[in-house]
């Protein structure tokens, strides 16, 4: 069946460091990818995606592109802040749109 | 202010005492959707329920049920709790199927089942 599987945390940066969090995905057809954040004690908040293979999600400074011959989805931010601490998780949505798939998360420290 | 609203935020029960976690939304959303939270797991997606009256099965069906009688509620059934269904819960919505559309989650029911 389809999965998501992403890097092991916890990641700890310093501020202005490059940040690559991994996420390979296994999927029939052509799903779409996320990426979400979940701050502490809150639920969570859509990053980006990409709905086709080569396609780039680009927000706050975060990227990442889809690659179907790799099956990949990495998340890159050039340089971290401090407010970027949280926990990341990559998530695939199946061939139909109707059901998700989520990484087990990947908590990051940004540390000034 | 548009939100998903989860009731209630913190609950423990006993083993086997029928509880309901309530979700609503304020959106208009056809799509909804329940998932748990669990360390080193993830989200698993429990139920989901594309419009009224429809609902289907996630990766995590067993011992929950759902209903989806409104548009904007999709409660959360636990008939006899046990101890493994302890975990954060959170419920979704979006305009529609997760193939383009972006889900709002709610903040979140952690439950403990002694």
């Known amino acids: 069946g389809d999965s998501v599987t992403q890097m092991e945390g916890p990641v700890t940066l310093s501020e202005e460091a490059f940040l690559t969090i991994n996420c390979t995905y296994t999927?029939?057809?052509?799903?779409?990818l996320f990426w979400y954040v979940q701050y502490p004690g809150e639920g969570l908040q859509l990053l980006l995606k990409a709905t086709k293979a080569d396609d780039k999600g680009s927000n706050k400074g975060f990227e990442a592109t889809y690659r179907k011959e790799t099956t990949s989805f990495h998340l890159e931010k050039g340089s971290v802040q401090v407010s970027d601490s949280a926990v990341y998780f990559c998530a695939l949505s199946s061939n139909t749109g109707n059901q998700f798939y989520f990484g087990t998360g990947t908590s990051l420290t940004v540390i000034p | 202010e548009a939100q998903v609203t989860q009731n209630p935020r913190y609950l423990i029960t006993v083993t086997g005492k029928k509880l309901t976690v309530t979700c609503s939304q304020n959106m208009n959303h056809e799509y909804m959707s329940w998932y748990r939270q669990d360390p080193g797991l993830g989200l698993r997606q429990i139920y989901y329920?594309?419009?009224?009256?429809?609902?289907d099965k996630g990766d995590v069906p067993e011992g929950y049920k759902v209903s989806r009688k409104e548009k904007r509620n999709f409660p959360l059934i636990l008939e006899s709790p046990s101890p493994n269904q302890t975990s954060l819960y959170f419920c979704?919505?979006?305009?529609?199927?997760?193939?383009?559309?972006?889900?709002?989650f709610g903040p979140g029911t952690r439950l403990t089942v002694t």
């Open positions: 999927a029939t057809g052509y799903p779409s």
């Open positions: 979704a919505s979006s305009l529609g199927g997760g193939v383009v559309y972006e889900q709002y």
């Open positions: 329920s594309m419009n009224v009256e429809v609902t």
